[in-house]
């Protein structure tokens, strides 16, 4: 069985960080979708679960933290190349988002990070096999 993962997420307005994500290019279960949470299908393998910062703390005894003055967590996605993390992060900043870091060139890999409208932090990666230095 391939394991997948579940990255849950609070966010204050559920309908922007949702409308965020698809304009991303991702897309929304349904099936696991409600007034309190939204499912982001982001791969066969990866969601994230946007519940309302109320929702969330129904599984956390611990308050919900403000991710736009503490770092929670730093997610990574691989990307294909470097045009889809650049196309990422525009897509990010024109609905809502925010540039993270500026962009990191290793020669062999490739990094970009935008926060989402909640604060949350989205590394992108792209590594060109060919071109790791032995």
Known sequence: ???KIFVNLPVKNLDHSIAFFLALGFSLNQHFTDATAACIVISEDIYTMLLTEEKFTSFS????SDANKATEVLLCLSCNSREEIDELVKKAVANG???YRDPTDYGFMYLHSFKDPDGHVWELSYMDPAAIPS
């Not at 005894?61 to 919900?64: Q, T």
Request: proline residues 20%; without cysteine; positive net charge.
């Open 61 to 64: 005894p611990h308050p919900v």
């Open 1 to 3: 069985m391939n394991r």
């Open 97 to 99: 988002g925010s540039v």
